[in-house]
């Protein structure tokens, strides 16, 4: 669903914009108390697994794809706050290396896949868990139901700003009805890409998922016949269990599907490019201004086999990716630390 230049008018991606940016300076102040000494590489790793995720464009109708948005599986792993810095880490790499989603428009694109669905899908998520039991099988539900809602909810969104800005004349009844209708679709892809890495992390590491904090579902044996609640163990620090198996496992996998997965991700296009050739909303589309990029279109520039020039962008995307997601998220924990009080030192008299 990346919106290239030129679908949204000039004010609005302006308007766009102001409020993109005040959501990443409220989110930046918000990742402060979601991230500490273990979140913080991780939330760089699951910026680049984003990335890597939505190379995988996969069918949902006739000549027609979809691909993760990735905002409910941020806020679900790592936070609403710093999901919405991931999926904006994500964006503004895709825009600057691989001219994917418009310059103009990343103000769009990030209030549209990062804000409204992290928003959106964590509002179900977090209501659906008050409701449900206190299970891991409850988080991972509610992580399918979430992102299921999020992706017609970003569509809507994108509608409501072609409504006040779009370039071109075409009836929104009939926008919306295309764009929420194929968003539907997709939503089920995502809510199952969802729902598996979450419960594939809460199987392993479920202190590591932030929408699953709280979780302690006691361990039950059979005395007597009965199933009865094990005595409560001692739990290991938190700081003492290292997230370096995880790290790597997930870094590996971003690579694998990056790098090699995606040469088989379907070809047709996506949700809003299909809507947008068949109602003619992209006669106004703007040439992209990093089309020059030696990565343009996740491809290697001079690379002349397909195979190996999809493979070595997906790859250089998700180092670069994990690189500036790390860094970012680190220069917000360092942030916090700094801002922590001192304690005043105790007279001995």
């Known amino acids: 669903m990346h919106v290239p230049d030129g679908f949204i008018n000039a004010p609005v991606s302006v308007a766009a914009g102001v409020a993109a940016v005040a959501a990443v300076a409220v989110s930046l102040r918000g990742a402060r108390r979601e991230l500490d000494e273990r979140t913080a590489p991780l939330a760089g790793l699951v910026a680049a697994f984003i990335f ?7 069918p949902v109708a ?3 794809s979809g691909h993760l948005l990735g905002g409910a599986l ?5 936070g609403p706050y710093t999901g919405v810095l991931c999926v904006s880490v994500v964006l503004l790499m895709q825009g600057i290396l691989f001219a994917d989603g418009g310059l103009t428009a990343l103000g769009v694109n990030i209030t549209v896949m990062g804000v409204v669905t992290v928003l959106l899908s964590y509002g179900v998520f977090r209501g659906l868990l008050k409701v449900l039991p ?3 099988a409850s988080v991972t539900a509610a992580a399918f139901t979430g992102a299921l809602f999020s992706v017609p909810g970003a569509a809507a969104a994108f509608t409501a700003l072609y409504a006040v ?3 071109t004349d075409v009836p929104l009844g009939k926008v919306f009805t295309a764009m929420v209708g194929v968003h539907v679709l997709i939503g089920i892809g995502e809510a199952a890409i969802t729902a598996a890495t979450v419960g594939a ?3 392993v590491r479920p202190d590591l998922v932030h929408g699953a904090r709280g979780l ?6 059979r005395v007597g016949g009965e199933l009865v609640d094990a005595p409560a163990a001692a739990p290991a620090p938190a700081a003492a269990r290292s997230t370096k198996k995880v790290w790597a496992t997930g870094l590996v996998t971003a690579l694998v599907l990056a790098g090699f997965v995606s040469f088989y991700a379907s070809a047709s296009p996506d949700g809003l490019e ?3 050739a068949d109602q003619g909303i992209d006669a106004t589309v703007e040439e992209h201004a990093a089309a020059g990029s030696p990565l343009a279109d996740y491809s290697v520039k001079d690379v002349t086999d397909a195979r190996l020039s999809g493979g070595l962008a997906g790859a250089l995307g998700v180092g670069a990716t994990v690189a500036v997601g790390t860094g970012v998220f680190w220069a917000v924990r360092r942030r916090r630390t700094d801002e922590q009080p001192v304690s005043a030192p105790v007279s001995a008299g």
């Open 52 to 58: 890597a995720v939505q190379m995988l464009n996969f």
């Open 62 to 64: 006739a000549g027609t």
């Open 74 to 78: 941020a806020a679900i792993l790592v």
């Open 134 to 136: 206190g299970t891991r």
């Open 165 to 167: 800005g779009g370039t």
């Open 201 to 203: 992390v809460i199987a």
């Open 216 to 221: 302690a579902a006691p361990l039950k044996l």
């Open 274 to 276: 299909k809507v947008a």
